[in-house]
Nanobody, 123 residues
């Protein structure tokens, strides 16, 4: 299978910046989409940003112009650079990747999630 490990969360003041990273490991053949979602208590998980294998990206309206998603295919890693953070950005952030991995003598698709990293923005 494919495992995702996130890092970079923490506590920051409003207006500050943070950079999240998520690295995939395992018998990876290829990774298609990479994305970041977030969730707060009592709410559904929402898409924050996503980047395709070709590099095209899309963002939630609430973060456009403040967040930037990027990927390093050689490292199987996706990043989320967050600027001008607001208290309403406080959430647990999860990375997600989908693609193909080696499974013994054949290939299989995967859709994996990280364990989540807490981002807290104080006012």
């Amino acid at each position: 299978q494919v495992q995702l490990v996130e890092s970079g969360g923490g506590l920051v003041q409003a207006g500050g910046s943070l950079r999240l990273s998520c690295a995939a490991s395992g018998s990876i053949f290829s990774i298609d989409g990479m994305g970041w979602h977030r969730q707060t208590p009592g709410k559904e998980r929402e898409l924050v940003a996503r980047i395709s294998s070709g590099g095209s990206s899309n963002y939630a309206d609430s973060v456009k112009g403040r967040f930037a998603i990027s990927r390093d295919n050689a490292k199987n890693t996706v990043y989320l650079q967050m600027y001008s953070l607001k208290p309403e950005d406080t959430a647990v952030y999860y990375c997600n990747m989908d693609g193909v991995y080696y499974r013994g003598s054949y290939y299989s698709s995967f859709d994996s999630w990280g364990q989540g990293t807490q981002v807290t923005v104080s006012s």
